[in-house]
Every structure is written in structure tokens, then in C-alpha cells.
T-cell receptor, first 113, second 115 residues
Framework: QKEVEQDPGPLSVPEGAIVSLNCTYS??????FMWYRQYSRKGPELLMY????GNKEDGRFTAQVDKSSKYISLFIRDSQPSDSATYLC?????????????FGQGTELSVKP | DTEVTQTPKHLVMGMTNKKSLKCEQH?????MYWYKQKAKKPPELMFV???????INESVPSRFSPECPNSSLLNLHLHALQPEDSALYLC??????????????FGEGSWLTVV
């Protein structure tokens, strides 16, 4: 079993839809949770960062972490064609605990106009 | 725009060539990383430098040789690569303090093709 599981998709939605992207994990030592967006042939771009459990909102994006269920989510409201990209969840126990970032497989999202 | 700059953006090299990938960051980060990414896969960690010292080597073949000349620069020297080494090579950096966790910032990557 992988430490981080993420549905690879592809996921196709119409413009304006609410998108829900999810990851589950098995390592209870993870405390830092990130979502990266990667456009084709570009490096990953940090989108959201959350420490421990809770919600974080930034514009159309909301990140949720439920440590009791070992489940994290990224919601995109009013999705746009420019949101079409691969979304990678990533998590770690923090730099002082080895610092390795563990990635999910990435979900490929396509938002159709 | 990313604050981690990588050069060159594209590189084609033969299996007997020696080349280098370069990375620079000016965010004051003291941890720098090399990742390798194949198509439709997540980035795979290769090396981690902390305060200019190699702290993690993920059993990477010796044909890849990292170097950290100072806190802002990171190089990856390439020699006698194989076609299966063709990939996107990503440089990244982060703070090292516990309060900032391990939020890693990536560069745009260097596309390497080995022929």
C-alpha cells in the first residue's frame, strides 16, 4: 500500500463546476499538507499549504485536512478552463523529521468551456 | 513566476557527454533539492542539501553528481547517462525550520533528453 493514495483521474468537468480532489494517507506522522498545481511541461506550483487539521481558503480554492480520517481535499469553486492541470497532493512530517515530501500520483483535471 | 531558476530549460545529450544542470534561488532557503519526474508520474526525490551539505541521497546512480557551491546555487552534473534517464529534472528549495514545515518551492525544470 502506498503512503499516499490519489485518484489519477482523468477528471473532466464543465466550466463553473465545483471540483473536489482528494488524497488519503497512512502515515500518522504527517503534519504538513500541500497541494501543487502542475501545468503541462512546467514545474509544480505550490497552491495551498495547511498545517495539521482544518480548513484553509484562498480565493476559489479551499483545502481541508481531516487527520482523524487521514484524508485531505482540495475544492475548486467556479472552475475555469485555466484550472486544467495536474493536481498533486503532498505531505510530510516536517523538515525536522527527515523532511521528505511524499506525493500522491496526481489527478489530471480538464475544465471544458 | 517561480523564484527558483533553472538552466537550461531543455538539454539534449549523447550517452558519452558530460553536461550540468544549474539552479539558483534567492529566497534565503537553506535546503535545496533535486527531483526527477517522468511523464504522468509525481516527482521523485534524488538529493537533498541542507546548509550546503548533502543530507539525503536516494540511492541515485553515480552518473548523477550533485554539487552545492553556496546557499543559493545547486548543480547536477551528468555523465554517461542512459536513454531511460530522459525526464524533467526539477530543482526545489525550502526553509529548514519546523515552523515552516517542509513547504517546497519548485523551479520550472530542465527537460533532459538522452540520445
Amino acid at each position: 500500500q502506498k503512503e499516499v493514495e490519489q485518484d489519477p483521474g482523468p477528471l473532466s468537468v464543465p466550466e463553473g463546476a465545483i471540483v473536489s480532489l482528494n488524497c488519503t494517507y497512512s502515515n500518522s506522522a504527517f503534519q504538513y499538507f500541500m497541494w501543487y498545481r502542475q501545468y503541462s511541461r512546467k514545474g509544480p506550483e505550490l497552491l495551498m499549504y495547511t498545517y495539521s487539521s482544518g480548513n484553509k481558503e484562498d480565493g476559489r480554492f479551499t483545502a481541508q485536512v481531516d487527520k482523524s480520517s487521514k484524508y485531505i481535499s482540495l475544492f475548486i469553486r467556479d472552475s475555469q478552463p485555466s484550472d486544467s492541470a495536474t493536481y498533486l497532493c503532498a505531505m510530510s512530517g516536517g523538515y525536522n523529521q527527515g523532511g521528505k515530501l511524499i506525493f500522491g500520483q496526481g489527478t489530471e483535471l480538464s475544465v471544458k468551456p | 513566476d517561480t523564484e527558483v531558476t533553472q538552466t537550461p530549460k531543455h538539454l539534449v545529450m549523447g550517452m558519452t557527454n558530460k553536461k550540468s544542470l544549474k539552479c539558483e534561488q534567492h529566497m534565503g532557503h537553506r535546503a535545496m533539492y533535486w527531483y526527477k519526474q517522468k511523464a504522468k508520474k509525481p516527482p521523485e526525490l534524488m538529493f537533498v542539501y541542507s546548509y550546503e551539505k548533502l543530507s539525503i541521497n536516494e540511492s541515485v546512480p553515480s552518473r548523477f553528481s550533485p554539487e552545492c557551491p553556496n546557499s543559493s546555487l545547486l548543480n547536477l552534473h551528468l555523465h554517461a547517462l542512459q536513454p531511460e534517464d530522459s525526464a524533467l529534472y526539477l530543482c526545489a528549495s525550502s526553509h529548514t525550520g519546523a515552523i515552516s514545515g517542509n513547504t517546497i518551492y519548485f523551479g520550472e525544470g530542465s527537460w533532459l533528453t538522452v540520445v
